[in-house]
């Protein structure tokens, strides 16, 4: 049988930590995106929704990162 060894699973881990952070940046920079796209056309609303999924989808992400901790 072969087993891992404590390195492979400290990268592992590291790892899913790197790619959490990364899209919860990404999260962030489509946030303030949206919000200002829509600060600049308030009569559409497809900004304001678009920031609001947004928004949900970062606020599960930091849950994920939360519950981790």
């Known amino acids: 049988m ?3 060894g404590i390195n492979f699973i400290e990268n592992q881990l590291h ?3 790197f790619i959490k952070y990364f899209v919860t940046g990404l999260l ?5 995106i949206a919000i200002t796209l829509y600060l600049r056309h308030r009569i559409q609303v497809k ?3 678009l ?3 947004v928004f949900l ?4 992400m930091l849950g994920l990162q939360y519950s981790d901790y």
């Open 47 to 49: 900004y304001r929704d």
């Open 28 to 32: 962030v920079l489509a946030l303030i």
């Open 57 to 60: 989808l970062l606020l599960f």
């Open 2 to 4: 072969t087993f891992f």
């Open 51 to 53: 920031s609001i999924i």
């Open 15 to 17: 790892l899913s930590n």
